[in-house]
């Protein structure tokens, strides 16, 4: 193993497989997906640095006000055990971490599989996010382990214009408008689950 992919814990047993999109991804590398353990302090520390990073650039909404320390209790914050969470890490063939996903459930959305996803910065606006929609569509059942699963979901703010260019380009329809805690309007999206 190389880059940050040697220092990063994997879930064993877990999601592992190339990242599949039916559009070209404009890397010189191939991406390969590996689920995370998120339940380890340098895991858990990753992602919410990449959380903190999208909140202080204005991308996303998060309660978390991760300093550095605890890095599992915060990461709890924003996923809790109860939703399920899984994340997946995207990886070129140097073992560099592009970005990650999500997947979780909720009770307030029965039957959808519920997607967050961070590209890191240096490699967006090369098809990662689209990718990442479409590797989730396909893979969110066997990651989450429910077969019961029917849609892949995420809302998003209403002026996310990189995000609702990923909309368009998945075909996700309009899943409803909501307020959330800080006032901020979210726009919801899905999209059917496919088969493996």
Known sequence: MTGEEGRLAFREGGHEAPLCSTKALRLER???????????????????????AARDANEIETIARYKGKNP??????????AATPRFLGLFDDA???????TLSTSPSYPGCAILGAIVRHQYRDRG????????????AREVLGDPTLVDLFFDTRENNDRVLRIVEKTNMVSAGERTNLTGNHMIGFKTPLTCV
């Open 30 to 52: 191939s991406v390969h997906v590996r689920e995370l353990d998120h339940g380890i302090d340098g895991v858990a520390h990753e992602i919410l640095t990449d959380i903190m």
């Open 72 to 81: 599992k209790r915060w990461l709890a914050m924003v996923y809790p055990e």
């Open 95 to 101: 073992g560099t971490l592009l970005g990650w996903a």
């Open 128 to 139: 990662l996010g689209t990718a990442i929609v479409e590797h989730c569509r396909r893979h």
